[in-house]
């Protein structure tokens, strides 16, 4: 049977291979010019980058008319002088896309020398039927030798389709069959079924033709093992990254794939059978896959671009053991490391936390960062002399983001948690140090009416990811999340980043902080103080350079009695009904396992969860607490704090309306700040009055 090669039969063209396309109908000549410095209006900015020019156009899609600093240090050193990178600067700044561009250039390439390698460059009419028949056997062998490719890839997707699909899933799919307006150009569409382009490598080539608003190059070669692996150290930042790289490879026809644990394990090895040529992955899932022998995963050795990103998360002592046996297997093989490009990045790669201050002296603290850097270099396996491009601030964080603190008491953190979102509406991310704080205060702010969603390492996959979409979904969403969600996550127009309760790290500091203020956006973040967290307070404050303290957060404290009430109406709540789910809980648990077991179970063992009659007054209880806090919070808050009514002279009733720029916690913190600014003192002897009235009060 004579395969159909249209959809496969592409050209490429680089700086330095110019093609020739030939079918029996028309020659299409190329002139020798840098397709990637093709001229698309208004993209100037990344002339002289060596994009190609799909992904140029995917850019001009995405509106990225220009490149970030990072990825314009990057992208040259990385396509064309094609060194390894190490790659920090700060949160936000897109860092994705300056290891994406290089991966997509250098898979292109490849695949273009690939097809160039391929023995047939007949271009005479009359020699077109041995061609195509010699060109056939090649692509013949390479569908063969990689299991499930070419025509299979379409049973199998449309066997794949049948079923229920993730949404990343079906994402996948759609990615790796263009439809037809993306696949087909002029130029393809005059190859009919039977008849075969072949590539030619020729001077003088006229490239006038990319200007069309086609598809122009996709390559579909298959590869018998991924080209590209990038490693993700959390679940959600792997999908992230794939849809990230996808969306500017989507006139490519370079496949992307996500290989992550929590998922369906045989939807995955199906992804692979279709042999994607970058796989985004979390060292767990892609370990155990090659352990049990994927075929696609057999040669993983043999990847020739390799992206480590949040490096020094995912080297920290004990956090990844797959991820060591990975590079173990991987640089097994000297000459391959040699030949493979490798790319580490992250916002805190440099960071290292200084020592004692008097100690300090500046040499000391170029040799720690170089041992970081060494360190990581040797175990990553890098080549020797990386680039190293570090764009960090000597702050850390981002420069358009706003800090802030709150000193408080442990019991009052619920307090300033509740006043801030209820007086600052908006998109906000809290992030806690443990799961036990996360769990606690779901229960209180969902009685409290806040709508929290949680995210957290002990949650199932699908709720997690679902839980991402509805907060992202909601511009006054809340989530209460771990460290999990700390790094990389690129949650659009984060508006404030809450720690209620100080990381222990600086480094989580600012990867948390970094969910805000991104892509040159403003954001908040705000730090709330208790007594167990000053220490690390100090530590992080020390270790990025911010000699002042933070400002305090603003706080208008007429409203706290009012906050007082409603929270520890809702703490009453859930302790009464923690406690009890709780015993009931552990019962159900004994009952069980005795059960299993088959043994009798010793009744002293249970908890009393009271009589029939004491548990129906529990229960009542409960449901006329809850029925006092929503009458509370069926009303104002801000009316609330005003004794008695005040009529206008009109004899109506005022409303006590708050304006944007109050609501705006942000434009709060940098009003107060100026104002400190411009009168230093007199701000400190009114907020020390202040401090003293609220005491005696
Ligand atoms: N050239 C560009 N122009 C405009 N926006 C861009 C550009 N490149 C990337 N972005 C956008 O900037 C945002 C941040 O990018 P990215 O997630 O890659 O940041 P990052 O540096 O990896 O951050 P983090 O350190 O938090 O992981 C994303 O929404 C991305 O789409």
Redesign the pocket.
């Known amino acids: 049977m004579r395969r159909r090669l249209t959809e496969n039969s592409r050209i490429y063209t680089t700086k330095h291979v110019c093609c020739e396309l030939t079918t029996p109908q028309k020659k299409i000549k190329l002139t020798a010019q840098d397709a990637a410095e093709d001229f698309i209006q208004g993209m100037e900015s990344w002339n002289g980058l060596n994009v190609p020019h799909e992904v140029l156009r995917a850019l001009r899609d995405l509106k990225?008319t220009?490149?970030?600093p990072i990825?314009a240090q990057v992208l040259p050193h990385a396509i064309r002088d094609r060194l390894d990178i190490i790659g920090a600067?700060e949160?936000?700044?897109?860092?994705?896309?300056a290891f994406g561009i290089p991966l997509i250039h250098s898979i292109l390439q490849y695949k273009t020398r690939e097809a160039r390698d391929i023995p047939n460059t007949a271009l005479d009419e009359d020699e077109l039927q041995s061609s195509d028949e010699s060109f056939k056997e090649e692509y013949e062998e390479f569908n063969v030798s990689a299991e499930g490719q070419g025509e299979e890839r379409k049973e199998e997707i449309a066997e794949d389709n049948d079923e229920e699909l993730d949404t990343d899933e079906r994402e996948d799919i759609s990615n790796e069959m263009p439809d037809d307006e993306e696949s087909d150009s002029d130029e393809t569409n005059i190859l009919q079924e039977g008849e075969i382009g072949l590539v030619k490598v020729i001077d003088n080539a006229d490239f006038t033709w990319l200007d069309n608003d086609h598809d122009s190059a996709k390559v579909t070669l298959p590869n018998r093992s991924p080209l590209a692996l990038v490693l993700e150290p959390t679940r959600e930042l792997a999908i992230q990254v794939r849809d990230?790289i996808k969306a500017v490879a989507k006139y490519t026809g370079i496949q992307v794939a996500a290989i992550v644990g929590g998922l369906s394990q045989q939807k995955q090895l199906r992804i692979l059978k279709r042999c994607p040529e970058i796989i985004v992955a979390t060292p767990g899932r892609l370990w155990e896959l090659i352990q049990e022998g994927e075929p696609y995963l057999s040669q993983v050795e043999e990847v020739r671009y390799l992206v480590v990103d949040e490096a020094d998360r995912m080297e920290e002592k004990g956090h990844f053991e797959e991820l060591s046996k990975l590079l173990e297997l991987i640089n097994v093989d000297e000459k391959k490391r040699k030949q493979r490009q490798t790319f580490v990045f992250s916002?805190t790669l440099t960071m290292v936390l200084p020592g004692p201050r008097r100690v300090m002296k500046k040499k000391r603290q170029n040799m720690a960062e170089n041992q970081k850097l060494e360190m990581l270099m040797g175990n990553i396996g890098l080549k020797e002399r990386p680039k190293v491009i570090d764009l960090t601030l000597k702050t850390g964080t981002v420069s358009t983001l706003t800090e802030a603190k709150i000193n408080c008491t442990v019991e009052e953190k619920d307090y300033y948690l509740y006043y801030f979102l209820k007086l600052h509406p908006g998109r906000t991310l809290v992030f806690t140090n443990s799961k036990d704080c996360i769990r606690r205060l779901m229960s209180i702010f969902t009685l409290l009416k806040c709508q929290p969603l949680s995210l957290h390492a002990d949650m199932h996959q699908r709720q997690r990811l679902k839980n991402l979409e509805r907060f992202t979904a909601n511009d006054k969403g809340l989530l209460l999340a771990s460290d999990v969600a700390a790094?990389?996550l690129?949650i659009p127009n984060v508006q404030h980043v809450i720690h209620y309760q100080v990381p222990h790290t600086v480094e989580n500091y600012v990867?948390r902080s970094?969910r805000t203020a991104?892509?040159s956006k403003e954001g908040l973040s705000v730090m709330i103080i208790g007594p167990d967290d000053t220490k690390n307070y100090r530590k992080i404050m020390h270790a990025l350079n911010k000699d002042d303290d933070l400002p305090m957060f603003p706080v208008e404290h007429q409203y706290m009695p009012e906050i007082k009430v409603r929270v520890c109406l809702a703490r009453q709540i859930d302790t009464k009904e923690y406690r009890f789910s709780k015993k009931k809980h552990q019962n159900n648990w004994f009952e069980k396992a005795a059960k299993e077991m088959d043994i009798e179970l010793d009744e002293e063992l249970l908890n009393d969860l009271g009589d029939t009659q004491e548990q129906t007054q529990h229960k009542l209880e409960v449901k006329q607490l809850k029925a006092a806090l929503d009458s509370m919070l069926s009303k104002s808050l801000m009316l609330t704090h005003l004794s008695g009514r005040y009529p206008t002279k009109m004899g109506k009733l005022q409303t006590f309306q708050r304006t944007q720029d109050d609501q705006d916690a942000l434009k709060r913190v940098k009003k107060q700040k100026l104002s400190h600014k411009q009168s230093p003192l007199m701000d400190r002897n009114k907020s020390h009055k202040r401090n003293k009235k609220n005491k005696q009060k």
């Open positions: 990225f220009e490149p970030t990825q600067a949160t936000g700044s897109g860092k994705t896309l990230h916002a790094r990389g690129d990867h970094g991104r892509a």
